[in-house]
């Protein structure tokens, strides 16, 4: 079932459920280096790959009216179709406590988003993800914890996801009907009295009212234990699969689930079990770009497995420009491996 095609919302056609989730690295979207590891894990088999831009202006980036920024992602889109596997860019709309941003700043947020929606089509994307995750602030607008504004972005539920779904809105507006709009978010903190599925499930149905085509759901925020969002080797494989399934529960929309899918036999009972629609790995692409062909010529056992110890491969690790590095191969430089190692 992991290799069968599959359409979302009959925007995108995918040639199987295995998505690349997006790694914030240590590179600018344009770079070279930034290509060499996105492309390389397209030629390993992927159907969908998650992109973050990761450029220094973010968000902002596509106001260049020169559309040279958007030229730039180029070589990247064009060595992910050239593999077989469709890309989507994940935007980021810039940190900060969401009580101390004006009402102005995310007003305008709808309206900057539209802007760059418009720039990744034209820069030949196949979808926007909208990054509504762990530390974003549209995560921390949904969050009883950390929004703690009066004004018409804070108290109730339907305050607190406004902007969220006025950003869909006009996403949706400005890339046209037939652009797929993904959404990632965190269907709990862990928290007691904070995001959980009762606050997230109905938050999910206003965001495909307003136009998202897949709901990308992940899990932990700033309020979190330490490692929520990272499972270590502790935590069982697929720990977060149940939240994916609550929301695919209420929703019509595909749904991507995340949290330790390092094996043939999570991903597929999580896809035969109905819990979602699509399986997303990090690490174990990190470990292994041939993840995805291995296993559809059937060498599972040839799989260099992640370790889940977390060390060299997350984000706060190589935040200093240091490049990714896996412990279990112990490769540096390993997304550069040659194509076609499977």
């Known amino acids: 079932m992991i290799f069968d095609a599959l359409t979302i919302q009959g925007k995108l056609e995918l040639k199987n459920r295995i998505v690349l989730a997006p790694l914030y690295l240590a590179w600018d979207g344009r770079s070279a ?22 450029t220094p202006g973010g968000l902002d980036d596509w106001a260049d009216p020169s559309l040279a920024f958007g030229a730039a992602f180029r070589p990247l889109v064009d060595g992910c179709h050239r593999a077989g596997a469709k890309i989507a860019l994940q935007v980021y709309p810039g940190g900060g406590d969401v009580d101390a941003q004006s009402a102005e700043e995310l007003a305008s947020l709808p309206g900057r988003y539209a802007r760059a929606a418009e720039g990744i089509r034209a820069a030949g994307f196949d979808a926007i993800d909208i990054h509504g995750a762990h530390h974003s602030p549209f995560m921390g607008l949904l969050s009883p914890f950390q929004n703690h504004r009066t004004n018409r972005y804070g108290g109730v539920a339907e305050n607190r996801w406004r902007v969220q ?3 869909v809105r006009a996403v949706r507006a400005a890339a046209g009907e037939d652009f797929p709009i993904l959404y990632r978010f965190c269907a709990t903190d862990f928290v007691p009295g904070g ?17 998202v085509d897949c709901m990308d759901v992940s899990a932990g925020t700033p309020d979190s234990p330490e490692g929520s969002s990272h499972p270590g080797g502790k935590m069982p494989y697929g720990c977060f699969a149940d939240l994916a399934a609550g929301i695919r529960a209420v929703v019509g929309t595909r749904v991507i689930a995340v949290g330790k899918i390092g094996t043939r036999d999570v991903a597929e009972s999580i896809l035969e079990q109905g819990q979602a629609d699509l399986v997303a790995l990090g690490r174990p692409l990190i470990a292994d ?32 420009g240091k490049p990714i590095r896996c412990i279990q191969n112990d490769r540096v430089g390993f997304e550069h491996q040659a194509a076609g190692q499977a």
């Open 289 to 320: 770009p041939d993840w995805p062909l291995k296993l559809y010529k059937g060498r599972d056992e040839e799989i260099v497995p992640c370790l889940w110890e977390n060390a060299g491969c997350l984000r706060d690790s190589i935040g200093q």
């Open 165 to 167: 779904v006025e950003t």
């Open 195 to 211: 995001v959980d599925l009762d606050l997230t499930a109905p938050f999910a149905q206003a965001l495909e009212e307003a136009g």
């Open 33 to 54: 280096e930034f290509k060499a590891f996105y492309v390389r894990r397209a030629q390993g088999g992927v159907g969908l790959v998650i992109a973050p831009q990761s």
